[in-house]
Nanobody, 125 residues
């Protein structure tokens, strides 16, 4: 239904910043909710951040709150994840995800219908 194309991953030193982008194309949801998740080697996929269809409400994992910022540009059907003060332990494959509006838990991967291909973020110590 919706194709998600990510960009912005790469290699950065600890304390540095990266901005991830995820552009949605194809048939859109009426009120799209976006989320960012990540998966490190040997670990389960975990919630990072999400944003409501209006962009007014945002949610963050405790581990990234104050350092990461999620935003969206509905005119471009694009969601962003600004990552500041990156740490070595933030190294992971980052995925964007999308779903139509619902009251489902925003932090659960299984509540999202569409997923991007993932982009590698590597933070050197």
């Amino acid at each position: 239904q919706v194709q998600l194309i990510e960009s912005g991953g790469g290699l950065v030193q600890a304390g540095g910043s990266l901005r991830l982008s995820c552009a949605a194309s194809g048939r859109p949801f009426s009120r799209t909710v976006f989320g960012w998740f990540r998966q490190a080697p040997g670990k389960d996929r975990e919630f990072v951040a999400s944003i409501s269809w209006s962009g007014i409400n945002t949610y963050y994992a405790d581990s990234v709150k104050g350092r990461f910022t999620i935003s969206r540009d509905n005119a471009k059907n694009t969601v962003y994840l600004q990552m500041n003060s990156l740490k070595f332990e933030n190294t992971a494959v980052y995925y964007c995800a999308a779903r139509g509006y619902s009251s489902a838990a925003y932090y659960k991967p299984r509540e999202y219908n569409c997923w991007g291909q993932g982009t590698q973020v590597t933070v050197s110590s």
